[in-house]
């Protein structure tokens, strides 16, 4: 589709040392801030985006949208959580623009990153998406802004990236009873037979009522897989972002 890029990264191609090797672009798991600017330099430019025109979000597993048409403070853009600048980064959990050529990027370690883009409407969000936030509606509500400046679902391309799988999320049966109440598609079973949460099942769903018609998932696990940052494997790690913008 024309003038929409989305893109998710690996661990691979950074500068951090262990346990965050190497492309860790989290500002707020305990690695090295430089480290992590340079990692972000080096995305963008894999990229070929401006790492100082990449919105990041101070994400807390809530349901706040922020509409944002430049990136948080002045000059080197600041880490998330980071005092240095006065942390001017909110706490939300989905970013929105109508500025093209703004990239808005979301970290993860096992939640699902969500991209969307509108490219007629020029509108694009990007969205964490655990399962706190899935049951709260965290997607359905940065529809909703994209709504409010143009977009349409049917011309919503949605794309959601590496995650942890429905087969590998266990869970106590009742927080798998309680997020099905809420999302029937999220109900799963490990592939060890215990209750498990999909959550990319339910932001599937979620996005389905909404009318976002053109969707695509990950296969990649990130539990399972070598290639990516999992917290519920390694608890201490990295994160992996997705990056959408729009020309
Ligand atoms: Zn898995």
Not at 21 to 31: F, H, I, P, T
Not at 39 to 68: C, E
Not at 73 to 85: A, F, H, N
Not at 140 to 161: H, K, N, Q, S
Request: charged share 20%.
């Amino acid at each position: 589709m024309s003038g929409a890029h989305f893109a998710f990264t690996d661990r691979w191609g950074g500068v951090s040392a262990a346990p965050y090797e190497e492309l860790n672009l989290g500002g707020a798991v305990g690695d090295d801030p430089g480290a992590v600017r340079t990692n972000r330099d080096i995305a963008a430019k894999s990229l070929g985006i401006d790492p100082v025109r990449v919105v990041w979000m101070n994400q807390v597993h809530g349901a706040d949208v922020a509409v944002v048409d430049e990136p948080w403070g002045v000059g080197v853009p600041p880490l998330e959580r980071s005092r240095e600048w006065g942390s001017p980064v909110p706490e939300v959990d989905a970013i929105v623009t109508a500025r093209r050529g703004l990239a808005l990027a979301v970290l993860t370690a096992d939640c699902v990153p969500v991209l969307l883009a509108d490219p007629v409407a020029g509108v694009a969000a990007a969205a964490h998406a655990g399962r706190p936030g899935m049951v709260k509606g965290i997607v359905p509500a940065a529809v909703r802004a994209m709504v409010e400046l143009g977009a349409e679902p049917g011309r919503i391309v949605a794309r959601t990236g590496p995650a942890v799988c429905g087969r590998c999320y266990e869970v106590p049966q009742a927080m798998r009873a309680e997020v099905a109440a809420v999302e029937p598609a999220a109900h799963a079973e490990t592939s060890w037979g215990t209750p498990a949460v999909d959550v990319s099942a339910g932001v599937h769903a979620q996005l389905d009522r909404l009318g976002v018609r053109d969707r695509a998932q990950s296969p990649e696990c990130t539990l399972e897989s070598g290639d990516h940052f999992s917290y519920r494997r390694d608890r201490t790690t990295g994160r992996l972002a997705g990056y959408v913008w729009l020309d």
